[in-house]
Structures are given as structure tokens and as C-alpha cells.
């Protein structure tokens, strides 16, 4: 394993591994890939806009939730949370 690269520049992200990384590279090009599908279908008169529209949010929202599973962001805290505040 790696030494792991510098978390992204916001809250609640931690530094991610080269492996990490190279799942959601690999993951944005799939998900690239499907998108660009979807564009092309979007130009087909027959298809119906209203549920390829509900289609693609989904497949963006998976994709989402595919790639905060591998950098697994924290909760973070706010003004106000601790016990002295």
C-alpha cells in the first residue's frame, strides 16, 4: 500500500491512498462512459426526456455514493458544537 496523498482541500476529507485514487479515477471514467450514452440517447426523438432525465440523476447519485464509499468523508464540526461554546 502507498503512502497516502494529500486529502482533498475540504472539510471532512482525509488524505486518500494511490488505490483510493485509482477506484474513483477509474470509477468517473465508467461513469463518464454512461453519461455520454445518455447524451446520444437525450438527441432520439422516441425517447421519453422526463424519465431519462429521472435515469441519469440516479446514475450521477450512484456513481456519488460509489465514490464517497472509497474516500469515505467524516462528519465534520461546526461553530457551536463544543461544550464551552
Known sequence: MSAPVKGLPVPGYRPQSEEALAIVRAMKHHEEKLLR???????????????????????????MAINRSVFRPARISLPGDGADD
Open 37 to 63: 450514452a445518455l447524451d446520444d440517447l437525450a438527441e432520439m426523438p422516441e425517447i421519453d426526456k422526463r424519465w431519462l432525465s429521472i435515469g441519469r440523476a440516479d446514475v450521477e447519485k450512484g456513481f
